[in-house]
C-alpha cells in the first residue's frame, strides 16, 4: 500500500481507536474483569458488547485483515446470554459468559462459519461437530464473534507472513508498514486493536508467541495436550497446541481456565495433561506478588541480535523482577553450541513433522462431513489450479509436496522424533532441572523450537516498543504442567511493568 494512503489511513485509525465510550462503560480496552463488572452494574450488555466489536471489525478490517469473518449468529447468541444473565438474578456473570470470542480459522465451528485455515480449497466444507475448545466456549455461554484470519496452512505454507488466500495480508496495528508475524496473526491483531474481547490461537512452533509479541498482547501457548486439538486444522498432534491471545495476563488465564480438559476426540493427549489441571483452576495463580522467590533462568544467545536500547529495555525488567523478590539467575547454557542445537532441532523437526503433517491433515480432511478436497494432493492440486489466488509465485508449495513425498512415520521419522526427544531432555528439560527453575525468560519468541519438540508451555507479555514503535515482548517458559507458576510471574511481571498500550497505527 503506497505510504500516502497509509499515512490517511492512520490519521482515520487513531480518531476511530480514541473512540468506544458509551453508557458509562468503556469499551476500548475493556478487561474481562471490567466487562463482568459491566454486568452485574448493569452499564452493559452482552448485545452492546458484540456491537462495539463488530463495528470495530467493519471499519479497522478493511486495512487489518484480522477476520475473515464474523459469525451471522453472534448477536442472537449475545440476546440470549443477556437473557439468561437477567433470569439468573445476575448470578452468570463469571467466565466467559456473554463474552465475545474470535477464533482462528482452522479451529473449527459448527454453524455458519467456514473453517478453512485461511485456504479456498477448504471453502466450503463442513464440519462434523465444533472443535473441543469451542464446545467448552459455548458451555461457558461464551459468545463466537467470528473467525480470525491466519497464515495459511498455519504457517506450513505461507510461513510468518500473515497472508492468506482468504483473508488475504494482516498488517501491524501499531506500525501499518509492518506484519504482524504468524501464524496466529488476525487473532494478535484483533485483539491489540479492540476488534474482539479476547481470542484464541494455536501453536506448533511459535505461532502464538511470535504474533503476540508482535501486537504488544498476552500470549499463552499451554502444555500440548492441556488444551484440546480435535476438531483444529492440524500440523502435528505432537507440538499442536490451541491457546489464548489477549490484552491482558488476566484475560488470557479467564480463557486458558475455560478451554482446558479432557475431550474423548483428542483422548491421549488430553488425558495425559489433565493431571496438570489444579483444583480451583487457574485464575488463583494471578498473585501481585508472584514473582516473589521464583528462580528464573537467563539462557545465553537468545538476546544476540537485538538494538541496544531493545538490550537496556530488558535488562531493566530483570532488575524489575529482582526488585519484586524473583531470584534471577544469568549466563545458563542450554546446549554447548547453541547454534548446533539449533540446527540440529530444525532439520529433525521438519523430518518428523512434513510426515505427520501429512498423516493428520489427511486424517482431518477425510473426517469432514463435506469437503471439496479430501488430501493433502487435494489441496496442491487445488493450489496448482488457482495459481493466482493461492500466490504460488511467492509462497510456493514446498512444504506442502516435501510432505507429500512421505510415506508414514518409518525409520528415518522415528529416528528424528527420537533425536528431539533427546534434545530436549538434554537442553531445556536439563537446565530448568539442574538449576531447579521455574522459568527461563527468553525475548520475543525466540526459543519457540526449545519448547514445541517437548510440549513445553510459554507465555509472551508486552516488554517495550522499538524505535519505529513496533512491539516487542518476553517470554517465559516453563517445563510441562509449569503453567501455574508461569502465570504468577507473568502476571506480577505485567502489573509492575504495565508495558502494553493502545495501538496508534502508524503509518
Ligand atoms: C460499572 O462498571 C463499569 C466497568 O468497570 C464502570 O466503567 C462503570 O462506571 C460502572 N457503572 C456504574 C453505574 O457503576
Ligand atoms: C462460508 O463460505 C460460503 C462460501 O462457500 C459463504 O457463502 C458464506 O457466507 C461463508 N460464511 C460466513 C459466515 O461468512
Ligand atoms: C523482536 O520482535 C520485534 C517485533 O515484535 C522486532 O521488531 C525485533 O526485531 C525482534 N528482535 C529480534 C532480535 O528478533
Ligand atoms: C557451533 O555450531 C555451528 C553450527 O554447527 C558451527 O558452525 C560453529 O563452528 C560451532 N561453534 C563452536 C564454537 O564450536
Redesign the pocket.
Given at each position: 500500500m503506497a505510504w500516502l494512503q497509509l499515512q490517511a489511513l492512520a490519521a482515520v485509525l487513531a480518531l476511530v481507536a480514541a473512540n468506544g465510550v458509551s453508557h458509562g462503560f468503556e469499551f476500548h480496552e475493556a478487561t474481562v474483569e471490567a466487562i463482568h463488572l459491566g454486568f452485574s452494574n448493569g452499564s452493559l450488555t452482552s448485545t452492546a458488547l458484540v456491537q462495539f466489536y463488530l463495528d470495530q471489525i467493519s471499519r479497522l478490517n478493511p486495512l487489518l485483515r484480522a477476520v475473515i469473518e464474523v459469525n451471522p449468529d453472534a448477536l442472537r447468541q449475545a440476546a440470549r446470554a443477556d437473557a439468561q444473565r437477567a433470569s439468573s438474578g445476575g448470578q452468570l456473570t463469571g467466565g466467559l459468559h456473554g463474552i465475545p470470542v474470535l477464533l482462528k480459522d482452522n479451529i473449527a465451528t459448527l454453524d455458519a462459519l467456514n473453517t478453512t485455515a485461511g485456504s479456498l480449497a477448504l471453502l466450503g466444507s463442513v464440519v462434523k461437530r465444533d472443535a473441543g475448545v469451542v464446545v467448552r466456549l459455548r458451555q461457558a455461554g461464551a459468545v463466537v464473534l467470528g473467525k480470525a484470519n491466519p497464515s495459511e496452512w498455519s504457517n506450513f505454507r505461507t510461513v510468518d507472513s500473515g497472508w492468506s488466500a482468504r483473508g488475504g495480508q494482516s498488517l501491524n496495528p501499531y506500525v501499518l508498514s509492518s506484519t504482524p508475524c504468524g501464524s496466529s496473526a488476525g487473532p494478535g491483531v484483533a485483539a491489540a486493536a479492540n476488534m474482539a474481547a479476547v481470542t484464541l490461537g494455536t501453536e506448533t512452533d511459535g505461532s502464538i508467541l511470535c504474533p503476540s509479541s508482535w501486537n504488544s498482547i498476552v500470549g499463552i501457548k499451554p502444555t500440548v495436550g492441556l488444551t484440546s486439538r480435535s476438531g483444529v486444522i492440524p500440523i502435528t498432534p505432537r507440538q499442536d497446541t490451541v491457546g489464548p491471545m489477549c490484552r491482558t495476563v488476566s484475560d488470557a488465564v479467564q480463557v486458558l481456565d475455560t478451554i482446558v480438559g479432557y475431550d474423548a476426540f483428542d483422548a491421549e493427549a488430553t488425558g495425559a495433561a489433565s493431571k496438570y489441571i489444579p483444583a480451583g483452576g487457574y485464575l488463583q495463580f494471578l498473585k501481585q506478588d508472584g514473582l516473589r522467590g521464583k528462580r528464573i533462568g537467563v539462557p545465553n544467545g537468545f538476546f544476540q541480535g537485538y538494538r541496544e536500547a531493545e538490550l537496556r529495555v530488558y535488562q531493566q525488567h530483570l532488575d524489575t523482577m529482582r526488585n519484586h523478590g524473583a531470584v534471577v539467575i544469568e549466563n545458563l547454557d542450554v546446549a554447548a553450541?547453541l547454534?548446533?542445537l539449533a540446527?540440529d532441532i530444525a532439520s529433525n523437526e521438519f523430518m518428523a513433522v512434513r510426515a505427520e503433517f501429512k498423516l493428520s491433515l489427511n486424517a482431518y480432511l477425510a473426517d469432514l462431513r463435506y469437503s471439496p478436497v479430501r488430501s493433502l494432493a487435494d489441496v496442491i492440486a487445488f493450489n496448482n489450479a488457482n495459481p493466482v489466488q493461492e500466490r504460488l509465485k511467492d509462497f510456493g508449495q514446498r512444504n506442502l509436496v516435501a510432505a507429500e513425498n512421505t510415506h508414514g512415520i518409518g525409520s528415518v521419522e522415528r529416528a528424528a522424533i527420537q533425536r528431539l526427544e533427546e534434545l530436549s531432555a538434554n537442553g531445556l528439560e536439563r537446565l530448568m532441572k539442574e538449576q531447579q527453575l521455574d522459568a527461563i525468560v527468553t525475548p520475543n519468541s525466540s526459543a519457540s523450537s526449545l519448547r514445541a519438540i517437548g510440549g513445553h508451555p510459554g507465555i509472551v507479555v508486552p516488554a517495550g516498543y522499538g524505535e519505529q514503535g513496533v512491539p516487542f515482548g518476553i517470554c517465559f517458559s516453563g517445563l510441562q504442567g509449569y503453567e501455574p507458576r508461569l502465570i504468577e510471574i507473568a502476571y506480577a511481571f505485567e502489573q509492575a511493568t504495565n508495558v502494553r498500550r493502545a495501538p496508534m497505527f502508524k503509518p
Open positions: 553450541n547454534t548446533a540446527v
